[in-house]
């Protein structure tokens, strides 16, 4: 009986344990901010804003601007490539490619493509190509920006579109009931699997993910079935950006980085 009784304690201490198991952030440094919009960092140290609808990259020997008044309010920044930044206009259907430099280095009007394009979804894809996602048929596509080809690759989706992001290879998104779903560069859809209610979302790989809610943030584990809180010193905040196990946290006064351990 009292081998009974120990077995049930140690299983419910364990069952208490696993549900107030946390993540601990540890703080690297902070930084004061002045922008509208705290967009990331690149490998070489810059981190990108957006002020005004200007968009800079900013470290602390250098800053450069880009801002095309004509074009609207920038929807999207695409930063996976530091030597070609995406700019998305969805206002006027257009994407910017800038170099490092943030000097013009293509601009594409979807509205003059032979294949009609409404683009509300953009990201860079592998081989000098765009992920499209394009509402006139509500399929996901692939524009070669060198040769100004475009190729519908995936069927249309079932739901509109909450949430997105995207790598080289497969572009993510989450629909309006919460679904996750990834699609590859060759059209193959996979869903994921059903995620808790968010205010902000980060994509880590194609099982783990970490979202914000009531200024508290989680990482979720599909394959696990597991929910992870992440403290952080923050009581509040505007966003977060997650990037190579570092955390960033933008806040009204500034940016703080934090080092964080994925499981």
């Given at each position: 009986m009292k081998k009974v009784m120990?077995?049930?304690?140690?299983?419910?201490?364990?069952?208490?344990?696993?549900?107030?198991?946390?993540?601990?952030?540890?703080?690297?440094?902070?930084?004061?901010?002045?922008?509208?919009?705290?967009?990331?960092?690149?490998?070489?140290?810059?981190?990108?804003?957006?002020?005004?609808?200007?968009?800079?990259?900013?470290?602390?020997?250098?800053?450069?601007?880009?801002?095309?008044?004509?074009?609207?309010?920038?929807?999207?920044?695409?930063?996976?490539?530091?030597?070609?930044?995406?700019?998305?206009?969805?206002?006027?259907?257009?994407?910017?490619?800038?170099?490092?430099?943030?000097?013009?280095?293509?601009?594409?009007?979807?509205?003059?493509?032979?294949?009609?394009?409404?683009?509300?979804?953009?990201?860079i894809a592998a081989m000098n190509q765009l992920w499209i996602y394009n509402s006139m048929n509500q399929q996901l596509g692939l524009y070669d920006y060198l040769n100004k080809e475009y190729k519908t690759i995936s069927v249309p989706f079932t739901d509109s579109i909450q949430n997105y992001s995207s790598d080289f290879n497969i572009f993510h998104w989450v629909d309006l009931k919460n679904n996750w779903y990834t699609c590859d560069i060759f059209g193959r859809i996979t869903i994921k699997g059903k995620i808790p209610d968010f205010e902000s979302i980060a994509i880590i790989n194609e099982n783990q993910l970490i979202y914000s809610k009531d200024s508290r943030l989680f990482l979720q584990d599909l394959i696990k079935g597991?929910?992870?809180?992440?403290?952080?010193?923050?009581?509040?905040?505007?966003?977060?950006?997650?990037?190579?196990?570092?955390?960033?946290?933008?806040?009204?006064?500034?940016?703080?980085n934090y080092k964080i351990t994925i499981p």
């Open positions: 120990l077995m049930l304690f140690i299983a419910s201490f364990s069952v208490v344990f696993s549900q107030n198991q946390k993540l601990t952030a540890v703080k690297i440094d902070s930084i004061r901010f002045d922008g509208d919009q705290f967009l990331g960092y690149d490998p070489f140290g810059f981190y990108y804003t957006v002020k005004n609808n200007v968009f800079s990259k900013i470290n602390t020997q250098d800053s450069l601007e880009y801002k095309n008044i004509s074009l609207g309010k920038i929807t999207k920044v695409d930063l996976q490539n530091p030597l070609k930044i995406v700019l998305f206009y969805e206002n006027f259907n257009t994407v910017i490619v800038l170099d490092n430099q943030l000097n013009e280095f293509q601009k594409i009007n979807f509205s003059e493509n032979i294949v009609p394009i409404v683009a509300t979804a953009i990201g597991k929910k992870t809180e992440i403290e952080i010193s923050e009581k509040t905040f505007k966003k977060f950006y997650y990037r190579d196990q570092i955390l960033s946290i933008f806040t009204s006064t500034g940016i703080t």
